[in-house]
């Protein structure tokens, strides 16, 4: 059975930084597109970033240059680095893994950027 444990999650002020952090428990860490979503309040869940098979990475218009996706082979774990923050960044962050046409979700971790 495949689980994502998620953690990072929290208050920051306009310009801090943090990193959430995406334990995939189940050895598939290969073959699969790893992905950060989220999703605000009355908005639907968008894509944030993510990361292929081959390390090619993408990212939405609106956080490019400011998060960073990474992962960790040796850890099974993904990462997502968000640094200048901004109070439209406030959002359910869920970190997703993709393979054979299967998705598997975190649980989700609340970021909000407030001062």
């Known amino acids: 059975q495949v689980q994502l444990v998620e953690s990072g999650g929290g208050l920051v002020q306009p310009g801090g930084s943090l990193r959430l952090s995406c334990e995939v428990v189940g050895r598939i860490f290969s073959r699969i597109t790893t992905g950060w979503y989220r999703q605000a309040p009355g908005n639907e869940r968008e894509m944030v970033a993510l990361?292929?098979?081959?390390?090619?990475?993408t990212y939405a218009d609106s956080v490019k240059g400011r998060f960073t996706i990474s992962r960790d082979g040796a850890k099974d774990t993904l990462y997502l680095q968000m640094d200048s923050l901004r109070p439209e960044d406030t959002a359910v962050y869920y970190c997703n893994v993709q393979k054979l046409g299967v998705n598997f979700w975190g649980q989700g971790t609340q970021v909000t950027v407030s001062s």
């Open positions: 990361m292929f098979d081959d390390s090619s990475t």
